[in-house]
């Protein structure tokens, strides 16, 4: 088993530190500096928060989506591992040492490592640890738990980074929401973003203005509308539901105060 592990991202408990500079307000905090692991968990009544970066200013009451990616490593699995292994061998190229990859030392902690083993024994596992490398090098990558049974070398191996990461507030239609800011970020700034229970989200249009629709969809630019109001077939990403009952027949703008849905 290894020991070159970090505190990968899990929750955190116990109250946040409330001081006088920006740094240090609670969930609405915000800073250049990283404080905790990037993904981790916190827990405030009904709400959940998840610690991230921005890759772009965020906006207050938008959703910020990870635009991160994911990538197949060059021939796979360096080495033959064994079943207790709970790390791999991986050679990097211009893309895997490339920014926010593996060019700095446990950049990608948090991030997900899909190994393809022979009689379709694939292995998901998350990335607690990692060496630095430049192209054409080989290190290691630790894992969250041994694999469990031998993985042959060049065994087709994909990475995803971390989905708290790269959090852009954009008008991207092919990025996914992982959370609300709930205080304006600047560009590469660490901070809390709400992920679970009561939240205000801008409403691109009136939200629960119709009979029984009580459901509310993300738009591409992180803001809401009702689920009546878009094409099923789009497959909007679902944002939660209203919570406070609208006027009954108004076909007035609601207050978009909603319970959402993103990761408890």
């Known amino acids: 088993m290894s020991s070159k592990?970090?505190?990968?991202?899990?929750?955190?408990?116990?109250?946040?530190?409330?001081g006088d500079v920006a740094a240090d307000y609670g969930v609405y905090s915000t800073g250049l500096v990283k404080?905790?692991?990037?993904?981790?968990?916190?827990?405030?009544g009904d709400r959940v928060f998840h610690y991230g970066r921005t890759e772009t200013a965020a906006n207050v009451g938008l959703g910020a989506k990870n635009e991160g990616i994911h990538l197949r490593v060059t021939g796979g699995v360096k080495t033959v591992t064994t079943a207790e292994q709970d790390w791999i061998d991986i050679l990097l190229e211009a893309a895997t040492y490339a920014a926010g990859w593996f060019g700095k030392k446990n950049q990608m902690v948090g991030g997900m490592v899909?190994?393809?083993?022979?009689?379709?024994?694939?292995?998901?596992?998350?990335?607690?640890?990692?060496?630095?490398?430049?192209s054409a090098v080989t290190i290691k990558v630790y894992l969250d738990g041994p694999l469990g049974s031998a993985v042959a070398a060049t065994s087709l191996t994909d990475i995803a980074q971390n989905p708290?990461?790269?959090?852009?507030?954009?008008?991207n239609p092919y990025s996914s929401v992982m959370g609300v800011s709930v205080i304006t970020h600047v560009i590469y700034a660490y901070g809390w973003f709400q992920?679970?229970?009561?939240?205000?989200?801008?409403?691109?249009?009136?939200?629960?203005?119709t009979v029984n629709w009580r459901t509310v969809v993300f738009?591409?630019?992180?803001?809401?509308k009702g689920f009546d109001d878009a094409v099923a077939e789009a497959g909007h990403q679902v944002a939660?539901?209203?919570?406070?009952?609208?006027w009954i027949g108004s076909g007035a703008d609601n207050p978009p105060f909603?319970?959402?849905?993103?990761?408890?």
């Open 5 to 18: 592990l970090v505190n990968h991202p899990n929750l955190l408990t116990g109250k946040l530190r409330v």
């Open 35 to 44: 404080k905790f692991e990037v993904g981790t968990r916190y827990r405030l």
């Open 114 to 134: 899909v190994i393809h083993a022979a009689g379709s024994n694939q292995k998901f596992r998350m990335i607690t640890g990692h060496e630095k490398g430049t």
């Open 164 to 171: 708290y990461a790269q959090l852009h507030s954009d008008n």
């Open 195 to 209: 992920s679970w229970g009561p939240c205000w989200v801008v409403p691109a249009l009136p939200v629960a203005d």
């Open 219 to 224: 738009n591409s630019d992180g803001s809401i």
């Open 240 to 246: 939660g539901f209203v919570i406070d009952m609208t």
């Open 258 to 264: 909603i319970f959402l849905q993103i990761s408890p």
